[in-house]
């Protein structure tokens, strides 16, 4: 069977199973098959697939059409122009997130500094913290998180997109937040915390489904993870010292004035995201 023709079969399966852009799907699943990008896809166009190569396919098709998330079929998930591993047990990398590191970067073109002690709460697969590290090269990296599956996601990111001789510049550790004191403090502290409150109704099924909860759902209307981390940037980000934390669509005033009432930061702003709604809270401590 050539590559056409499982590809056409793919897309019309996913469409009877009501998967949004069918044809992009099908392009991600068959890419990953033949070891190619996309475009490559349709260079094989007429290609055959060897017996193994259908099976796999099919499999991911299924696999899909029930509603696993592409990132978990293929293995990774793009984040900043690069490629990270995932897989179950570990929060997808958004687009949106990736905002932080724009914004991070942005903040310190327009300032000067030395070398940069940052730190990424909640780490997950590492999206934020190396991409960071790899973008700011006269600095050191602190990932924490807690799960033994993300941590281990981490450490796979680290050892494939930071050459060996940078990677004494991220250290790796495995605790929750709130636990954990580090040894000095930082000028950057950056977080993607669990947000969602545990009652909203509107998270898509397939993200409740598969991807992790304790990454996803907070209580307190979302907030309680939030609030618990900003004890950590309170003890632990230098005077003068940023952070950004990415937050819910409806959160912006709430957090905005929780991060206000603790009286250490200079200036507390509510970031919009290219769609217009609240996404990121930057705040700059005390100098």
């Known amino acids: 069977m050539k590559v056409k023709d499982v590809f056409e079969k793919s897309v ?3 469409r ?21 990008d996309r475009i490559g896809v349709y260079l094989k166009y007429e290609a055959p697939l060897t017996e193994f190569e259908t099976t796999s396919l099919r499999e991911m098709v299924v696999r899909k059409g029930k509603g696993e998330p592409t990132a978990y079929l293929i293995g990774e ?19 949106e997130t990736e905002q932080i590191i724009e914004e991070t970067l942005k903040h310190f073109k327009q300032n000067q500094f030395g070398f940069l002690k940052i730190a990424d709460l909640g780490s997950g697969s590492g999206c934020l913290g190396i991409s960071l590290g790899l973008e700011i090269p006269n ?16 450490q796979k990111n680290l050892k494939k997109l930071v050459n060996e001789e940078n990677q004494w510049r991220f250290q790796l550790v495995n605790h929750a937040v709130e636990e954990y004191t580090p ?5 950057i502290i950056v977080a993607n915390p669990p ?66 009432s603790k009286n250490y930061f200079q200036s507390v702003e509510v970031i919009q995201d290219f769609n217009q709604k609240d996404r990121i809270i930057k705040a700059v401590k005390y100098g």
Do not use: M
């Open 16 to 36: 009877d199973k009501n998967v949004d852009n069918p044809r992009f799907e099908t392009e991600l699943l068959l890419a990953s098959i033949l070891k190619t």
């Open 183 to 187: 040894e000095q403090g930082f000028h």
């Open 139 to 154: 600095s050191s990296v602190t990932l924490i998180e807690k799960s033994v599956h993300a941590f281990q996601y981490c």
């Open 77 to 95: 998930k793009y984040f900043y122009n690069r490629r990270f591993e995932v897989g179950p047990g570990v929060l997808i990398p958004r687009p």
């Open 195 to 260: 947000y969602i409150a545990v009652e909203d109704q509107d998270v898509e099924p397939t993200v409740r489904s598969y991807e992790p909860h304790e990454a996803l759902f907070a209580s307190d209307t979302g907030i309680a993870a939030i609030s618990s981390w900003l004890h950590f940037v309170i003890k632990f980000l230098e005077p003068g010292g940023i952070c950004f934390f990415e937050i819910g669509y409806k959160q912006g005033s709430i957090v905005k004035e929780l991060f206000q």
């Open 12 to 14: 019309n399966f996913f």
